[in-house]
């Protein structure tokens, strides 16, 4: 069974842009929202909107509250997340498919 959270939570994960060294997705819920279990790699996570969420993983919860605007390093895991707040839950996650590389491009990649 894929731990792909495109796959387990559809309703809620979209792709935003994907090339070889990222995959970026967003993410949207309201109140009261579960999802299905799921993994993410090593990934950068924005916040578009405040939310208050319950994060199961390894038979723990973890309750957190973030503010629009934060922007924050997630290691590489496995969890399912519950909107236990009164506000949709929206967010950007830029997910690092490889290891960094160094390179002597010095411009932009578009």
Same mark, same amino acid.
């Given at each position: 069974?894929?731990?792909?959270?495109?796959?387990?939570?559809?309703?809620?994960?979209?792709?935003?842009?994907?090339?070889?060294?990222?995959?970026?997705?967003?993410?949207?819920?309201?109140?009261?929202?579960?999802?299905?279990?799921?993994?993410?790699?090593?990934?950068?996570?924005? +916040?578009?909107?405040? &939310?208050?969420?319950?994060?199961? %993983?390894?038979?723990? /919860?973890? !309750?957190?509250?973030?503010?629009?605007?934060?922007?924050?390093?997630?290691?590489?895991?496995?969890?399912?997340?519950?909107?236990?707040?009164?506000?949709? +839950?929206?967010?950007? &996650?830029?997910?690092?498919?490889? %290891?960094?590389?160094? /390179?002597? !491009?010095?411009?932009?990649?578009?």
């Amino acid at each position: 069974m894929s731990m792909d959270p495109i796959e387990t939570n559809p309703e809620s994960y979209k792709v935003v842009f994907e090339n070889d060294q990222v995959r970026v997705l967003e993410y949207l819920d309201q109140p009261g929202h579960l999802t299905k279990p799921h993994q993410h790699p090593d990934s950068v996570m924005y +916040t578009l909107s405040s &939310f208050s969420r319950r994060l199961h %993983a390894n038979n723990t /919860t973890r !309750d957190v509250e973030i503010a629009s605007g934060t922007t924050s390093w997630l290691s590489a895991q496995i969890h399912a997340g519950e909107n236990i707040g009164s506000t949709d +839950t929206h967010v950007i &996650f830029v997910e690092l498919k490889n %290891a960094s590389s160094l /390179t002597t !491009d010095i411009g932009p990649q578009i």
